[in-house]
């Protein structure tokens, strides 16, 4: 695949990466909340 082509692919994917990217960390925050609260309880 040549590097134009490789170039104009990435831009156009960007946006869809990011905001992918920004799903997946609320995800993230979501679960180690969930296992803090959960630890939090365990604990008490």
Request: charged share 15%.
């Amino acid at each position: 695949m040549s590097k134009k082509i490789f170039i104009i692919f990435r831009n156009f994917l960007l946006p869809f990466h990011a905001l992918y990217a920004y799903q997946v960390k609320l995800l993230s925050i979501a679960i180690h909340t969930i296992i803090f609260q959960a630890y939090k309880k365990a604990v008490k």
